[in-house]
């Protein structure tokens, strides 16, 4: 163990005051601090408790409905991430709508989608658009191309979500944040010095090793103790104060803010990105008339409650026995970044 971390774990080991509950809003922060033992290095007035950080856990069941509609109704060729074929709709996932014969492939990046719609000139080829400003840029890259190269077959669904007012809509949920680093790579400090400045919420910004995690908790121990809000980036080397600005000018000039639906937290005011007026042609929904649908929760599953923090996911009555990640009911236990599937993962070991 190196000094870093023994340094760090004597603090967080040493806290004495009142309880701190933590949240580490990005799911992959939450599996790594489950793989890494972290959770058991900290006495019991430190509580971490997991956020809607996992963007295939925060999208709304009616937009898998929407591409399920796609690729059944419209004959679509959908390409999606993997990690999004097997979150259940309404009645079937996407991996159900490709036993009935739907055409959904797997890619890499949104880029792979363009090669599927030139190699199938006769379809149209729909993107499913899901993630925050980490992966906003890539699908904005895909529709510029598409547009310069005059390829007329080719759409994104948009479920793309930026954390700004997500976090002001969880900002009563914990004492303090453990804000993802890769996320601020893109936007930089200024979304979580506006949180201290205009709310007083504390919060860290780190990266996802042993060293860098447990650095930010014994941070937001001792700043815990001088009892004042606080900010402190922990991730200097990655994040700088003014974020990537060849990222932030590209979504400026593709997408625009609009309000979104967030599973768990509902509609949120101006948290998510869509296309501007001048790529509308790109924009799935519009191109494809898509009607309006809404999806219908299974009312066994407690996912909202576990992105809100309200309770962890081994204290749904079905986490583990109906809801598994063989056969999940909710996102949460279908995604790589879902609390209950790191719950469900780490609790068999």
């Not at 797997?106 to 000139?121: F, G, H, Q, R």
């Not at 191309?145 to 914990?174: C, D, H, R, V, W």
């Not at 204290?315 to 009911?329: D, L």
Request: aromatic share 6%.
């Amino acid at each position: 163990m190196n000094e870093i971390i023994e340094k760090a774990i004597a603090t967080i080991k040493s806290y004495d005051g009142p309880k701190i509950r933590i949240m580490e809003v990005c799911g992959t922060q939450t599996h790594e601090i489950f793989r890494l033992g972290i959770r058991n290095v900290l006495p019991e007035n430190i509580e971490l408790i997991s956020g809607p950080g996992c963007p295939v856990c925060v999208t709304p069941i009616g937009y898998i409905d929407e591409a399920v509609f796609l690729a059944l109704e419209k004959n679509c060729i959908i390409c999606t991430f993997g990690d999004l074929i097997r979150v259940p709709g309404t009645e079937k996932s996407l991996a159900g709508a490709r036993t009935e014969g739907a055409d959904i492939r797997i890619v890499y990046s949104p880029l792979d989608s363009l090669d599927v719609a030139k190699e199938n000139p006769d379809r149209e080829v729909v993107f499913l658009a899901v993630g925050f400003e980490t992966t906003t840029p890539s699908a904005c890259v895909a529709v510029k191309k598409a547009k310069e190269e005059g390829i007329k077959n080719f759409s994104i669904l948009t479920a793309n979500k930026t954390m700004p007012n997500a976090y002001q809509a969880l900002k009563l949920s914990a004492d303090a944040f453990l804000y993802p680093g890769h996320v601020h790579a893109i936007t930089g400090e200024k979304d979580c010095r506006y949180m201290l400045e205009h709310d007083g919420v504390s919060g860290v910004i780190t990266g996802f090793t042993a060293s860098e995690l447990l650095t930010a908790l014994a941070v937001i121990v001792e700043n815990v103790k001088k009892g004042e809000p606080f900010f402190v980036n922990c991730y200097t080397r990655v994040v700088k104060p003014e974020g990537n600005k060849a990222a932030i000018a590209l979504m400026n000039e593709v997408m625009e803010p609009c309000d979104s639906e967030w599973r768990g937290l509902g509609v949120i005011p101006m948290s998510g990105s869509r296309l501007k007026e001048e790529y509308r042609a790109y924009d799935s929904r519009i191109k494809l008339e898509i009607p309006e649908i809404k999806g219908k929760p299974n009312p066994a599953c407690r996912c909202g409650d576990v992105l809100q923090g309200k309770i962890k996911p081994n204290e749904c009555k079905v986490f583990g026995k109906v809801c598994t990640p063989e056969h999940p009911i909710g996102a949460c236990m279908v995604s790589d970044e879902g609390a209950c599937a790191a719950y469900y993962s780490y609790s068999q070991i």
